[in-house]
């Protein structure tokens, strides 16, 4: 069987936005045109479909990681940030687009809350696994 761990990430990426263009409930919101992903990022993002890559990423991120809440997200896509001629200090990404993709993917039935012991957050529904997996083993029939 083939699994994530099986392809390349931007390879499955790219093969999940594609998917997620074409769900219902996973779209751009009204202002993410005009927000910075992060104080650490001098502009905002360039790429036309970034929702739909930010999406696939932290489909990808859960189910390499497992459970993981909105900060835990932040810190992973963090990153350093310029201060002039002091040294750069890691900043976290900004929580908004994160939390609004993860609750999207929650409606789109992709995503779960989970509570349990020492883990907090959210994971991926077994709708998500096969998908991910499915769009694997795809990936893998093109080679």
């Known amino acids: 069987m083939v699994t994530v761990f099986d392809v390349k990430p931007e390879q499955l990426i790219n093969s999940l936005k594609e998917k ?14 005009f927000v910075k992903s992060g104080c650490h990022v001098d502009r905002i993002p360039s790429q036309q ?16 990681k497992g ?26 990404a900004g929580g908004k687009i994160i939390r609004t993709i993860m609750q999207q993917l929650e409606k789109e039935g ?21 998908l991910i997996d499915n769009t694997a083993h795809e990936i893998t029939k093109q080679r």
């Not at 074409?22 to 045109?33: D, L, M, S």
């Open 67 to 92: 459970p993981a809440g909105v900060q835990t997200l932040r810190k992973e896509y963090g990153g350093k940030k310029s201060r002039g001629v002091m040294p750069g200090r890691s900043r976290p």
């Open 110 to 130: 992709l995503l779960s809350k989970v509570m349990r012991e020492g883990k907090k957050g959210r994971e991926l529904t077994p709708k998500a696994i096969k």
């Open 20 to 33: 997620l263009k074409k769900t219902e409930n996973v779209k751009p919101a009204k202002w993410a045109g």
């Open 49 to 64: 479909d970034f929702w739909y890559i930010r999406a696939a990423s932290i489909l990808r991120k859960l189910y390499v």
